[in-house]
């Protein structure tokens, strides 16, 4: 491809300090640190504090991606920030005080929603604008404070999600490399298989609903479970083959991270070793759109991430979506 190329020059992350670990759930839930660890791989989380939002998170995490990057906040055209847990229901969006809050002065802002795909979607969308050269510097980031939405009576659900956020500047660059394919997919048929019934135009918050428990999430698990194994990994293998890779030239796949066991089923379903999809899943729970770029930054900092590396990303989740990248790695 001719034109500039989107490359990532800084990338930032914020997770509350509060820890709460699996045994701490046991006093909560029936629930025990054996069974969360044997079926999820989760040993931990964080769930934001008082004064935490997901603007907050998201703020944070953009502040040390521009400090990163050496960019300056004026110098920032867009903001993105995908999330499913907006710090207001309708307006203003998350990404406009994340604006405020960074002093983006430039900067065009909007919300993207696509639960946990949602950093593979924006990260999609952010390069559209930089391929055309319409746009050359976008704040991508990802965050989400699932613990205020989650039902503590629940245990199959509430033991899975944790909160954070995680930043990426994507930056316009005269080398060929970043983004090489995506693959972008949905099946609305079975937004019921994980939901929040009210609190939206179709069913607004009621005392009546508030009673049902109806502000939490739901979730079919095993339909979830099934999916996440199948879907998106064939989306994985339809990237590759349009960057004209195979899933076998990927360095790294860098996938949500909602589940170890979904990840060593996805490995062993493309035939690759395990260690060839980054987890870090014991450490945070399933952030939903925060958990790819916080499994990127900490994969970096680890050293898993080297320039020229060939990374696969692969998002899945409510909706149901999922979304997948092939990417080349410049080097931050
Ligand atoms: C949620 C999930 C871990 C459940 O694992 P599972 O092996 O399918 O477990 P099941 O739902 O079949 O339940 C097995 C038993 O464990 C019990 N159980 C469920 N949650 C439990 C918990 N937190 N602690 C202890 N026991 C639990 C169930 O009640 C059930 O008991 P029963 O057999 O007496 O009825 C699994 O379905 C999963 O990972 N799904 C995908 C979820 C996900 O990642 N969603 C987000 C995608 S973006």
């Known amino acids: 491809m001719n034109g500039p190329s989107p490359r990532i020059t800084g990338l930032g992350r914020y997770v509350p300090a509060r820890i709460v670990t699996n045994d701490e759930l046991s006093t909560m839930v029936d629930t025990s640190d054996e069974w969360i660890r044997s079926r999820t791989g989760i040993a931990e989380r964080r769930f934001a504090g008082e004064g935490e939002s997901t603007a907050t998170m998201a703020a944070a995490a953009g502040s040390e991606a521009l400090e990163q990057a050496g960019v300056k906040p004026e110098d920032v055209d867009l903001v993105i920030v995908a999330t499913s847990t ?86 316009s660059d005269p080398e060929a490399g970043g983004l090489l394919s995506f693959v972008l997919g949905a099946d609305g048929s079975r937004a019921a298989d994980l939901e ?15 009673a049902l428990g109806q502000n939490w999430i739901t979730m079919n698990g095993r339909e979830v479970y099934r999916f996440s194994t199948t879907v998106p990994v064939t989306a994985l293998v339809q990237a590759t083959e349009r960057a004209g890779v195979t899933i ?27 260690d060839r999809f980054y987890i870090n899943v014991e450490r945070y729970g399933n952030t939903s759109a925060a958990s790819i770029p916080l499994a990127l930054y900490d994969a970096c900092v680890e050293g898993r991430i080297k320039p020229g590396a060939l990374l696969g990303f692969m998002g899945f989740g409510a909706g149901l979506t999922w979304a997948s990248a092939i990417w080349r790695w410049q080097g931050l």
Not at 248 to 274: C, F, K, S, Y
């Open 86 to 171: 907006p710090d207001f229901p309708l307006f203003p969006s998350t990404s406009c005080l994340v604006q405020s809050a960074l002093g983006l002065s430039r900067a065009g802002a909007w919300d993207l929603s696509a639960a946990c795909s949602g950093f593979v979607y924006g990260l999609v969308t952010a390069c559209q604008f930089i391929e055309t050269g319409s746009q050359r510097c976008i704040l991508l980031i990802g965050a989400d404070t699932l613990s205020r939405s989650l039902d503590f009576s629940d245990r199959t659900t509430c033991v899975l999600f944790g909160d954070g956020a995680g930043a990426a500047l994507i930056q």
């Open 248 to 274: 076998q030239d990927l360095d790294l796949i860098v996938a949500h991270q909602a589940n170890a066991r979904i990840l060593q089923t996805a490995a062993h379903n493309l035939g690759v070793p395990e």
């Open 196 to 210: 929040v019934v009210a609190g939206g135009s179709r069913s607004p918050m009621t005392a009546e609903r508030l």
